[in-house]
C-alpha cells in the first residue's frame, strides 16, 4: 500500500497536507472514500462471487450502524490524538441527515470517517488496517 501512494504522490507531485487545516467533515468524506475501498479489497480478496452479493456484503460493512458498533469498540484503543479527531467529527455540524441510521449512529460513524481520514492522510496505513481488522472482528462476533 505504501508503495502505491507513494507512487500516487510522485506522479501527481503531491503535497504531504496539513492535517490541522482540514475540518473534520472533510477528513470524513476521505476516511469513507478509504474505509470502503478497503472494505471492497478485502471483500474482493476473498474470492470471486457475483456482484451484487459483493455490493450487498460491502454496503452492510460500510452503513453508518456497521461503523457506530465498531467505534465503539475501537474508541477504549484509540490514541489520544484519534480520540481528540474522533470527537471532533462526531460533533461536527452535518449537513446532511441519516437516511438510514439514527443520528447517533450517523454521528459516531462521521467521527470513525475522520479518524480514518487523518490515518490515511498522516501516512499511518498500519494503524488503519489494525483498526479496521479489530472493528471488522467485533461486527463478527457480534459484541
Known amino acids: 500500500m505504501e508503495t502505491s501512494i507513494t507512487y500516487l504522490k510522485e506522479q501527481f ?3 504531504d497536507p496539513d492535517i490541522r487545516s482540514y475540518s473534520p467533515l472533510t477528513l470524513a468524506y476521505i476516511g469513507d472514500g478509504i474505509y470502503e475501498l478497503y472494505i471492497r479489497t478485502i471483500l474482493i480478496k ?7 452479493k459483493l455490493h450487498k456484503q460491502a454496503s452492510r460493512l460500510v452503513k453508518a450502524q456497521a461503523q457506530s458498533e465498531m ?3 475501537l474508541e477504549p ?3 489520544q490524538e484519534e480520540e481528540a479527531v474522533y470527537k471532533r467529527g462526531r460533533n461536527a455540524k452535518s449537513y446532511t441527515t441519516a437516511k438510514n441510521a439514527t443520528t447517533g449512529d450517523y454521528r459516531r460513524a ?3 470517517e475522520a479518524v480514518m481520514g487523518y490515518l490515511y492522510l498522516t501516512d499511518q496505513y498500519c494503524r ?7 472493528g471488522l472482528e ?6
Open 77 to 79: 484503543h484509540f490514541t
Open 71 to 73: 467505534v465503539q469498540v
Open 128 to 134: 488503519m488496517i489494525d483498526l479496521i481488522k479489530m
Open 110 to 112: 462521521t467521527g470513525f
Open 13 to 15: 507531485q503531491l503535497k
Open 46 to 52: 476473498q474470492g470471486n462471487c457475483q456482484v451484487n
Open 138 to 143: 467485533a461486527l463478527k462476533d457480534g459484541k
